[in-house]
């Protein structure tokens, strides 16, 4: 490589850099392929997830009470057999802030209604923090019920749950 | 500038000849990036295809167009054969020297496409800014004895970019104390459910067990990260690449041990371009091989 391409293969690069410094900071540090790699930069905060419990055999009083991770009685349904992105999944139910008919229809598509006949299975948020004793706690909230291509939402919630803010 | 031609010598090693070795390992890292691009383009579309609804969470040009007319149709998999058709082009150096133009492009529309649903993955990242680098290179180096040089020099420089602005991302977004075991306790609190989420079931393994039992343990595993990161820009150095390569393969090991997270790709682009594999096949082949002269 002579001198001359040297410079000019600094020149471009630094051209690129250039396009690579306008889009990521005009669209919160990811353009993609472009990013900051801004993921875990925020540390310490409390977090939401998501998942599907199966709830069959709970009775109606435990169905939609909110309940801590170890006091969980009903299994997780396995989303890798269901042929779901879990994160997907766990994006969508989390960042979710209004539930249009829309969005909630969403969910059964996701699931390509196929709730097995007489099972129920429960679509919860997960939300974990770091208490003041310095130990993690995680609760389950739950948000719908599945069942026979049916979605019905948490009785026990009001509409500010599922209607936080418009879209 | 002065400042400038220390890592332009580092980057384009202007006073090593080019080996046959060299091109065909050029060529063999350019299949690498091609089979990765398909793989990723039909996965995302047959995704896309059965699952996407609505834009939860617009990416890159999706703030700008409605992606969501991509959905059906089977208008993602008639981009991810267009890709095919196009990045096939490329690699073969058939028809005009734009082909890889236009594949990132349609690789962008198919990344925020498929990833409109919230999540922003990064482990595809490194194969888009390879293939951008290919486009760039291809377009501006129709000499091809410079064009490799060049091509692979700033896929170097980027990637190296890419871990030194996530270690500043970290001291920017929460400060000095980023690597407070407690903060590792979170993610893995939040990982171990994302795991139970997807497999049905969970258990911790021994390094993650190890984190949890000590606050002390779990800041340590965070520092040598964060460390890590901070010196990825030294992967611009040739002498300096094979040692910062390796501990960035720690660190990924780490964080998918850690945290579940696994960079298959990105490991595999980092065992290839961080070592100088050119010296091993100089060894067997004395002269570039006729398929590397036709197609570099």
């Known amino acids: 490589m002579k001198q001359t391409e040297l410079k000019s293969g600094m020149k471009i690069i630094g051209v690129i850099f250039l396009v690579f410094v306008f889009t990521v900071a005009t669209h919160d540090g990811e353009f993609w392929p472009f990013s900051i790699f801004p993921m875990f930069s925020k540390a310490g905060n409390p977090w939401t997830r998501a998942m599907v419990l199966d709830v069959t055999n709970l009775e109606n009083e435990e169905l939609w009470k909110i309940h801590s991770l170890n006091e969980r009685s009903a299994a997780a349904i396995s989303l890798r057999k269901q042929g779901v992105d879990q994160i997907d999944f766990s ?77 | 500038m002065n400042w400038v031609y220390p890592i332009a010598k580092g980057l384009f090693e202007p006073d090593r000849d080019i080996s046959p070795g060299e091109n065909l390992f050029f060529k063999l890292f350019e299949l690498f990036i091609l089979c990765y691009t398909i793989k990723f383009c039909f996965e995302w579309a047959h995704y896309t295809q059965i699952r996407n609804v609505d834009v939860v969470l617009p990416l890159g040009v999706a703030n700008y167009i409605d992606v969501s007319l991509f959905f059906d149709n089977y208008l993602s998999y008639l981009i991810a054969v267009s890709i095919l058709l196009f990045s096939v ?20 529309l198919l990344y925020v496409i498929r990833f409109s649903q919230g999540e922003i993955p990064h482990s595809q990242n490194l194969i888009g800014l390879s293939l951008l680098c290919f486009a760039v290179g291809l377009v501006w180096y129709p000499d091809n004895k410079t064009m490799p040089r060049f091509i692979i020099g700033s896929i170097l420089f980027f990637i190296g970019l890419g871990y030194t602005s996530a270690f500043i991302a970290k001291l920017i977004g929460t400060g000095f104390h980023w690597f407070d075991g407690r903060h590792l306790w979170l993610w893995i609190s939040e990982k171990s459910i994302d795991i139970l989420s997807r497999e049905g079931v969970y258990q911790p393994n021994f390094l993650q067990s190890l984190a949890l039992s000590s606050v002390g343990v779990a800041s340590i595993i965070l520092l040598i990260g964060w460390f890590t990161e901070f010196i990825g820009f030294t992967l611009w150095w040739p002498k300096l690449r094979p040692f910062t390569t390796t501990l960035l393969i720690a ?11 696994r960079f298959d790709a990105f490991v595999i682009q980092l065992i290839l371009i961080g070592y100088p594999w050119y010296k091993i096949l100089d060894i067997y082949f004395k002269e570039t091989p006729a398929w590397v002269v036709k197609t570099l």
Do not use: C
């Not at chain 2, 660190?251 to 997270?261: A, F, V």
């Open chain 2, 89 to 108: 082009m490329a690699f073969f150096r058939k028809g005009p020297n734009w082909h890889y133009i236009v594949v990132i492009l349609l690789f962008h």
């Open chain 2, 251 to 261: 660190m990924h090991i780490g964080i998918t041990l850690t945290m579940n997270i």
């Open chain 1, 91 to 167: 994006n969508f139910v989390s960042k979710t802030n209004h539930w249009s008919e829309t969005r909630t229809n969403a969910l059964l598509t996701m699931f390509d209604n196929e709730v097995p006949q007489e099972r129920q299975w429960m679509i919860a948020k997960v939300r974990g923090e770091l208490d003041q004793e310095d130990l993690i706690t995680v609760q389950i909230h739950p948000l719908f019920l599945l069942s026979n291509d049916r979605i019905i939402r948490n009785p026990l919630l009001d509409d500010s749950h599922y209607f936080l803010r418009e879209e």
